[in-house]
C-alpha cells in the first residue's frame, strides 16, 4: 500500500483510518472523562515531591555520600541528576499524562511486545508497599514511645535490657558492647530471633500498629486523588518544617561542625571508583522513583495540557535539595554524639534502619527537652513514609480500574471497596515482618525487591519507551501536550544517554551482586537465598510473559507488534495530526487495526 499511493494520498487515508478507529473505540474515550483529575496542579506537585523524598532521604543519602568520597560524591550525584533522573522522570510523566492511563495500559499501549513491564513495575511497588509500611509501623512505635520520662532507650535499666553488655552511649570499638538504644530497638521493638529460620511468634503490639498504620493510609486515598490531593498539603510540607528545625538546633551543638566537614570533606580519589557512580545513579533512580510505576499514575491524572517540564524540574530538584538538607541534619547530629563520648564520627554513622531507629533515638535523649525533639522527628518519618506509601498503593488501585474496572465494581459497587482490598491484601502480606524474625525478612526483601528487580525493569522500560516506541514519539506527545517539543538535551538524553546509563547500571549490579546479608555477620541459608530470587522474580517474570502472550496472540511481523501507533505517530511528527495520535494511544487502538493503514 505503501508503494501505491504518494504521500498525500497516504496521509489521507491515514486520517479516515484513524477516524475509524476513534470512533469504534469511542465508549472507552468516554470513560477517560470520568477518571478523576487532582483539583489543582500543586496538589500533583506536592504528591509527586511527596512521594520522591522518603525515608531513602533520611538514611541512605548521607550514608552513601560519606562512604562514597563525601562531597566528591556530589558530583557523580549531580551529573546522573541531569543525564538520567530529570529525563527519565519526564518521560514517565509525559506518558502517563498524555495516555491518561496506569502503567500496565500505558505500556500495552506504546509497544505491546514488553507490555510485561507496565505489570512489572505494579508489582514491585505492591511488594514494596507491603514492607514499607512496616517502617511506618516502626515509627508510630517510637512515636508512642517518645513521651515518657526518660525517654525508654535512654538507660539500660529496663526489662529488655541485657545488662552484662549494654552501654548507655556508643560503644566504640569496643565490640562486646551495645548501645542501650540499639537493645530498645532489637530486644524491645522487635524481639529479634537469632536467624530467619526461628520466626518466633507475633508481635501483637506491632500488630496493631501496622492495622492503624494500613488504615491512615486507607483514609488517605480511598477517594483516588480527591483525598490524597488534600492530605498532602500537609504530610509533603510538614517534614521541612521539621528538617529546619533539627538543622537550626544541631547546627549549635558541639562537635557540629566535626560531622559536617566528614560530610562534605571531599575525597577526589573515589571518583575514579566505577562504584562510586553506580552509587549515584542508582540512588537517583530509587529517589525519584524511576520504573516503580508511581509517577506514571499520578500524571494520569492530570489534565491534558499540564506543564510537565515545569513539574519536572520541581520534583527533582525539590528530592535533591532535600537529600542534601538531610544529610546536614544528620551529620551535624553525628559529630555532636561523637563529641559527647569522644569517637570520631565513623563510629556514629551507619547505614539503613540503624541511623533512624538507633543513632537518632540517642542522640535525642542527649538533647534538653528530649521527648519534644524525639516525637517531631517521628511524626516526620511518619510523614515522609506515608506519602510514598499513598503512591505505592495507587498504583495497584490505578491498574485494578484501568484494567479490570468495570468488572470489579458490579461486583464491589464502590471504588472505595476495591481501595479497602487492595489495602487489605497487602496488611496481610506484611504480617510475617511483624513476627519475632521479621526483620530478617524485611531485609531479604527489601534487597532483592529495591535492589535487584529494579534496575532490570528500569532498563526494559527505557528499552520500550526510548528505543522501541521512539524519541520522534515522546517528543510529539509532549508537543501535543505543551505546543512545543522538548529541547535537544532531553531528546539527546533519550536517545542515548539515559539508556547508555540504564544499561551500564544493571551490568554493573550483575557483576558486582552480594548476597543479603543483615548486618555485619548475619548471612542468610540458601534457602531464604532461593526465596529472596523468587520474590524478585515475582516483577521480572511478567516481562518474558508479556511478550510471549503478544507474539501468541498477535499476527503480523514482529517489528509490527513492537509498535501500535509507529504509522499514526509518524503522521503526528510530519503533518502535526498530534490530536489523533493522542486519540489513538489513549483509547488502545490495536497494532492490527493500525496495519491496514501501514
Aim: contains cysteine; charged residues 10%; neutral net charge.
Amino acid at each position: 500500500l505503501d508503494r501505491s499511493l504518494d504521500a498525500g494520498d497516504k496521509e489521507e487515508t491515514g486520517l479516515v483510518r484513524a477516524h475509524a478507529v476513534k470512533t469504534e473505540l469511542e465508549p472507552t474515550d468516554t470513560a477517560h472523562e470520568d477518571r478523576g483529575t487532582w483539583g489543582r496542579r500543586l496538589e500533583f506537585v506536592l504528591a509527586s515531591v511527596g512521594y520522591a523524598v522518603g525515608l531513602g532521604n533520611v538514611w541512605r543519602f548521607p550514608y552513601l555520600c560519606y562512604r562514597s568520597g563525601g562531597g566528591a560524591f556530589l558530583i557523580p550525584y549531580v551529573i546522573m541528576l541531569f543525564l538520567c533522573g530529570i529525563p527519565l522522570l519526564l518521560m514517565e510523566f509525559a506518558i502517563g499524562q498524555y495516555t491518561r492511563l496506569g502503567p500496565v495500559l500505558t505500556l500495552a499501549k506504546i509497544c505491546p511486545l514488553l507490555k510485561g513491564v507496565g505489570l512489572a513495575t505494579v508489582v514491585i511497588s505492591f511488594i514494596l508497599c507491603t514492607y514499607y509500611n512496616v517502617l511506618m509501623t516502626w515509627a508510630l512505635y517510637y512515636l508512642f514511645n517518645s513521651f515518657g520520662t526518660p525517654l525508654p532507650w535512654q538507660s539500660c535499666n529496663n526489662t529488655w535490657n541485657l545488662v552484662s553488655n549494654c552501654s548507655t552511649g556508643f560503644p566504640g570499638n569496643a565490640t562486646h558492647l551495645w548501645s542501650s538504644s540499639q537493645q530498645f530497638f532489637d530486644y524491645k521493638l522487635l524481639e529479634m530471633t537469632d536467624g530467619i529460620e526461628q520466626m518466633g511468634e507475633l508481635r501483637w503490639e506491632l500488630f496493631g500498629l501496622l492495622v492503624l498504620a494500613w488504615i491512615i493510609v486507607y483514609l488517605c486515598i480511598f477517594k483516588g486523588v480527591k483525598s490524597t490531593g488534600k492530605v498532602v498539603y500537609f504530610t509533603a510540607t510538614f517534614p521541612y518544617f521539621i528538617l529546619f528545625t533539627l538543622l537550626i538546633n544541631n547546627v549549635q551543638l558541639p562537635g557540629a561542625n566535626d560531622g559536617i566537614l566528614y560530610f562534605l570533606m571531599p575525597n577526589w580519589g573515589k571518583l575514579l571508583e566505577v562504584q562510586v557512580w553506580v552509587n549515584a545513579a542508582a540512588q537517583i533512580f530509587n529517589s525519584i522513583g524511576i520504573a516503580f510505576g508511581s509517577m506514571i499514575s499520578m500524571a494520569s491524572y492530570n489534565k491534558f495540557n499540564n506543564n510537565i517540564i515545569r513539574d519536572t524540574l520541581i520534583v527533582a530538584l525539590a528530592n535533591s535539595a532535600t537529600s542534601i538538607l538531610a544529610g546536614f541534619v544528620i551529620f551535624s547530629a553525628i559529630g555532636y554524639m561523637a563529641h559527647v563520648h569522644h569517637l570520631p564520627v565513623d563510629n556514629i554513622a551507619t547505614d539503613g534502619p540503624g541511623l533512624v531507629f538507633v543513632v537518632y533515638p540517642e542522640i535525642f535523649s542527649t538533647l534538653p527537652v528530649s521527648q519534644l525533639w524525639a516525637s517531631l522527628f517521628f511524626l516526620m518519618l511518619l510523614c515522609l513514609g506515608l506519602d510514598s506509601q499513598f503512591a505505592m498503593v495507587e498504583v495497584a488501585v490505578t491498574c485494578l480500574m484501568d484494567c479490570v474496572g468495570p468488572k470489579l465494581l458490579k461486583v464491589l459497587k464502590h471504588k472505595e471497596l476495591v481501595v479497602l482490598a487492595v489495602c487489605t491484601i497487602g496488611f496481610l502480606l506484611g504480617i510475617p515482618h511483624i513476627t519475632q524474625g521479621g526483620i530478617y525478612v524485611f531485609q531479604l526483601m527489601d534487597h532483592y525487591t529495591a535492589v535487584v528487580s529494579l534496575m532490570f525493569l528500569a532498563f526494559f522500560e527505557v528499552l520500550a519507551v526510548c528505543w522501541i516506541f521512539g524519541v520522534r514519539r515522546i517528543a510529539c506527545m509532549v508537543e501535543r501536550m505543551l505546543g512545543k517539543p522538548p529541547n535537544a538535551f532531553f531528546q539527546i538524553c533519550w536517545l542515548v544517554v539515559s539508556p547508555l546509563l540504564v544499561l551500564c547500571i544493571l551490568i554493573s549490579s550483575i557483576v558486582q551482586y552480594t548476597p543479603a546479608r543483615y548486618g555485619k555477620t548475619y548471612t542468610y541459608p540458601a534457602w531464604a537465598e532461593v526465596l529472596g530470587w523468587f520474590i524478585s522474580l515475582l516483577s521480572i517474570v511478567w516481562i518474558p510473559l508479556g511478550a510471549l502472550h503478544e507474539l501468541c496472540t498477535s499476527k503480523g511481523k514482529l517489528l509490527h507488534v513492537s509498535s501500535t501507533v509507529s504509522y499514526i505517530a509518524h503522521t503526528c511528527t510530519t503533518h502535526a495530526h498530534c490530536d489523533i495520535d493522542r486519540h489513538v494511544v489513549s483509547s488502545g487502538a490495536r497494532w492490527s487495526v493500525l496495519l491496514h493503514v501501514q
